[in-house]
């Protein structure tokens, strides 16, 4: 009895350490290639098998939805947008009532292990010093209240558009 006592605390104390390990998504200044600065990649583990991501790193997903492949955030599963009004390489101008319905996709930006992007990642510093996460130099943005996979912002007011992939475009690592 006693040594499967110790055996679920050592269970317990992994998943402590696993959970503490994942973190959450913060501010943090890192580019892609083809961008400024560091190219974020996982760190490495045994073997060079990739580990978890650091702490404040965003994972970007490809997955399907009912508009084809679309980037998303591996955490959550919300679709993430460009907005019209900003430009390549420019500051984010979704602001103010704006940004109440957007929210800035910000950390460090890595795909997951098992997608190739077609794109870049990198970022761009927002009005209040934050590093939102940028598609081929757009800034990213969720839609506020969309549930997992949800498209449902796609072309709001002619200027919301998600990202869209055609399959020939996307690399699955296998």
Request: hydrophobic share 35%; charged share 10%.
């Amino acid at each position: 009895m006693r040594k499967s006592g110790w055996a679920v605390a050592a269970v317990c104390g992994s998943l402590v350490l696993l959970l503490t390990a994942c973190g959450g998504s913060s501010s943090s200044s890192s580019s892609a290639p083809g961008n400024p600065g560091s190219t974020p990649t996982a760190r490495g583990g045994p073997s060079g098998q990739a580990s978890l991501p650091a702490p404040g790193t965003t994972v970007l997903i490809v997955e399907h939805s009912k508009l084809g492949w679309v980037l998303a955030m591996a955490k959550d599963g919300l679709v993430v947008y460009t907005y019209s009004g900003d430009t390549k390489g420019g500051p984010p101008t979704c602001t103010g009532a704006c940004a109440a319905l957007w929210h800035a996709v910000t950390g460090v930006p890595m795909v997951s292990s098992a997608d190739t992007l077609p794109g870049t990642l990198g970022t761009v510093t927002t009005a209040n010093g934050a590093k939102q996460i940028t598609y081929n130099g757009y800034p990213l943005y969720i839609f506020k209240g969309a549930g997992p996979f949800s498209t449902q912002g796609e072309g709001l007011e002619g200027k919301w558009h998600v990202i869209k992939l055609k399959a020939s475009d996307i690399t699955f690592a296998g």
